[in-house]
């Protein structure tokens, strides 16, 4: 018999795309593909958008539902059940995935669309990207 860790394993920050792959959403909730697959047929609310070949791409909302998935049945230690009527409880209670505890705020406005919201870290590290391309562009057109 082997014991699940309580303790909290630090996931990746989401990446800010509309899109994600099962093998990207596997490493960014360290969760493995038939787990994924799994947990859409255990969880209605877990519906990824399926394409050519029959591939699921994931929308940030429900990379963040998998991550709150993982939390109650890994973490927290329920069953699939109780992992569904917690879900199911806070969606009536207008609780959703604990955006806070990740470090994600709900974008606003019309552009928001279903519960997206927006790893602030990674947003800024991004921003400080840019920030370095158009400095190096700057003193390149000041030289050239």
């Not at 920050?13 to 899109?19: E, S």
């Not at 591939?55 to 049945?73: K, N, P, S």
């Not at 955006?99 to 870290?121: F, Y």
Request: with cysteine; charged share 25%; glycine share 8%.
């Amino acid at each position: 018999m082997t014991e699940k860790s309580s303790e909290r394993v630090a996931l990746p920050p989401i990446p800010a795309k509309r899109y994600f792959t099962i093998g990207e959403v596997s490493e960014l909730c360290a969760v493995k593909p038939h787990v994924l697959r799994y947990w859409e047929q255990e969880f209605t609310q877990l519906k990824p958008v399926k394409r050519r070949g029959n591939r699921r791409y994931y929308q940030h909302h429900e990379v963040l539902l998998i991550r709150r998935i993982r939390e109650l049945l890994y973490e927290q230690g329920f069953t699939i059940n109780g992992a569904r009527n917690r879900l199911d409880e806070g969606r009536h209670h207008g609780l959703g995935p604990s955006l806070e505890e990740a470090g994600e705020v709900p974008m606003q406005g019309a552009a928001a669309g279903p519960v997206l919201s927006v790893d602030l870290n990674a947003l800024r590290g991004e921003l400080v990207e840019v920030q370095h391309l158009l400095a190096q562009l700057k003193e390149i057109a000041r030289h050239g």
